[in-house]
């Protein structure tokens, strides 16, 4: 069963419910690694918790989210707070947490990814050899089949996995150093313990707070998957314009295309995605800006990483999803397929024209004059090309009538679609 989208799991991790849970583990670990007195550690881990309310509350007078939180969990804890927050400063807690989230939030988009592939397989071995025509800059080529178009998608999907695989490991980072990345107030060994618990390694170097490169990459990793969203959103639009019509979105009873116009079934949902993918796009140009901060920190980075990763994240999650029903929901017709590849008159197997002309002795350049003029008419519409071929003079002198059928079977394009095939990992 495909399962519809739903923003919850993600909202989830983005939550501020989250968020500050996060940022109590950090704490208690960070306890647990400094060996405060059993008795003190014990009232905090049982007494340590928030109030999301209180803590928005606190922060009305605080003007500051980490103290407001710790202010909270001391109201719980009582005296043995004053071993929370030891040596350590905001940004190691919100960093390292925000470090977690981002793994988080990428294992649930590889998910999407993986199910993604899985209808794209799918669909790709049920039209494996259905034929369509190839176009390149918008033109009729040569023939290909809808299948291998498919696995194609496949395959950049297979790169785009690897791509947020690679982001995770480069963001799967923490640290807490201190106030600017000396241990100044507390050992490396706690950063280390702390980091080892949470699945995060600890950065080689930091000052207060991890470089944004790091994050920088993550988002330019999320908007290359935005990208290739948009390609085959793209892909799919031109297959459903009117002249084409070989594929189409799926278009529901009761649906509607326009106010004005009844008769329309727009391509909406790939018209959305393209849409979503600038958004991505501009988030990643938003991340490098990030990049360049003072000396050991400064906290204009802070806002803008409140809104991108939040929104990126969420909206390359919505659009995998609904990519993914797309694909398989997609209306494909192979009966216009076969039309369109018979509009040109045959045109598409001039290059097997050109090579069977040079196997018999002509050069490259000779055949190529002798098969544009035959293709040239045929676009001025004298005929079909392969008619016209075969009354060709200097056609005739080189290659039967039996030669010119098979140079017209469409079968010599797919010999190796099976391999194709396997080569991408469509079994």
Known sequence: MIRRYSREPMRQIWSDENKFALWLRIEILACEARRIPARDLATIKRKARFDVARIQEIEKTTNHDVIAFLTCVAENVGPASRHIHEGLTSSDIVDTALACQMVQATDLLLADVDELRRVIARRAKEHQFTPIIGRTHGVHAEPTTFGLKLALMYDEFGRARERLVRAREVVRVGKLSGAVGTYAHLSPAVERYVCRKLGLRPATISNQILQRDRHAE???????????????????????????????????????????MPHKRNPITCERLTGLARVLRGNALAAMENVALWHERDISHSSVERVILPDSTTLLDYMLVTLRDVVDRLVVYPDRMRANLELTKGLTYSQAVLLALTRKGLTREEAYRIVQDNAMATWRGDGTFRDLLARDARVKKYLTATELDRLFDPSQHFRHVKRIFQQVGIG
């Open 218 to 260: 993550y988002l330019t990793a999320l908007a290359l998957v935005g990208c290739s969203v948009e390609r085959w959103a793209t892909e799919f639009r031109h297959l459903q314009r009117t002249e084409v019509r070989e594929a189409e979105e799926f278009f529901s009873e009761g649906q509607k295309g326009s106010s004005a």
